[in-house]
T-cell receptor
């Protein structure tokens, strides 16, 4: 059982380059999320998808786009990378039922550096 | 004002002592509260959740919630070196399944 799989694990980009971070979950979860984590800033929500076919902005969406390709996959795209987007990116998923106790399942993260 | 606030630490406690981690939140409509542990270079993992005022115990961990004071805490009894990690407080305001995280408190358990 793979859980939440993120690719790639590491990436170095030059300013202005584009790339897509891939995320897939095999737990039949409805909700999926993209967070970024910076030193001293905690986890900040970029975008989320409460269910297949829907996406919504989180706290820091500027410079990013997302696609909920199907129930399993939720990708994050940087159209024109900037040094401020250097961060660790985590994808997470969560079952349908809302409320207490519904844990987020995290992927292993992507370390992205933009030079 | 940040939605979820934590002291960044590091909080240093000796092995066997009680570690007390605190978190405050700004949204009075928040409904559920979570504590995640994150080891360096790893992804966060859930260790406790609580949604009613009072205490909730699970092994060496106790979560405490006071909605009137907008305050949630995590107590770790008999702290072990393996508890050394960053502890993230997260709050669900009940809208659209979003969790808002604090910046985390780094805990160091010393021998």
């Amino acid at each position: 059982n793979a859980g939440v799989t993120q690719t790639p694990k590491f990436q170095v980009l030059k300013t202005g380059q584009s790339m897509t971070l891939q995320c897939a979950q095999d737990m039949n979860h409805n909700s999926m999320y993209w967070y970024r984590q910076d030193p001293g800033m905690g986890l900040r929500l970029i975008y989320y998808s409460a269910s297949e076919g829907t996406t919504d902005k989180g706290e820091v969406p500027n410079g990013y786009n997302v696609s909920r390709l199907n129930k399993r996959e939720f990708s994050l795209r940087l159209e024109s990378a900037a040094p401020s987007q250097t961060s660790v990116y985590f994808c997470a998923s969560r079952p349908r039922k809302a409320g207490a106790g519904e844990k987020l399942f995290f992927g292993s993260g992507t370390q992205l550096s933009v030079l | 004002q940040k939605e979820v606030e934590q002291n960044s630490g590091p909080l240093s406690v000796p092995e066997g002592a009680i570690a007390s981690l605190n978190c405050t939140y700004s949204d009075r409509g928040s409904q559920s509260f979570f504590w995640y542990r994150q080891y360096s270079g790893k992804s966060p993992e859930l260790i406790m959740f609580i949604y009613s005022n009072g205490d909730k115990e699970d092994g060496r961990f106790t979560a405490q919630l006071n909605k009137a004071s907008q305050y949630v805490s995590l107590l770790i009894r008999d702290s072990q070196p393996s508890d050394s990690a960053t502890y993230l407080c997260a709050v669900n305001s009940g809208t659209a399944s979003k969790l808002t995280f604090g910046t985390g408190t780094r805990l160091q358990v010393t021998l």
